[in-house]
Nanobody
């Protein structure tokens, strides 16, 4: 059974930092393109950052220079370092893994940026 489990979320003040982790089981992420998405109530889920297999990471314009995605294939995990957080970053963040064999999602984790 495939599982993607996010951790590291919570409440942070504007300007603060958080690091999200996504631990995979049932798949080897080394053969998957991995990504982080986020969603707020009433809006579609949007891509935040993605890191292809052996490729160059890319980011949504709104997070460029503030967020960094990374992967550790040996630990079967993906990370999202979020700095200079803004209230508009408040959302549920989802980990996603995909390739030609299928797409898998985590259950999501809440990030709230508020003073």
């Amino acid at each position: 059974q495939v599982q993607l489990v996010e951790s590291g979320g919570g409440l942070v003040q504007p300007g603060g930092s958080l690091r999200l982790s996504c631990a995979a089981s049932g798949i080897f992420i080394s053969i998957y393109d991995m990504a982080w998405y986020r969603q707020t109530p009433g809006k579609e889920r949007e891509l935040v950052a993605q890191i292809p297999r052996g490729g160059v990471p890319n980011y949504a314009d709104s997070v460029v220079g503030r967020f960094t995605i990374s992967r550790d294939n040996a630990r079967n995990s993906v990370y999202l370092q979020m700095n200079s957080l803004k209230p508009e970053d408040t959302a549920v963040y989802y980990c996603r893994g995909g390739n030609s064999r299928g797409v898998f999602w985590g259950q999501g984790i809440q990030i709230t940026v508020s003073s």
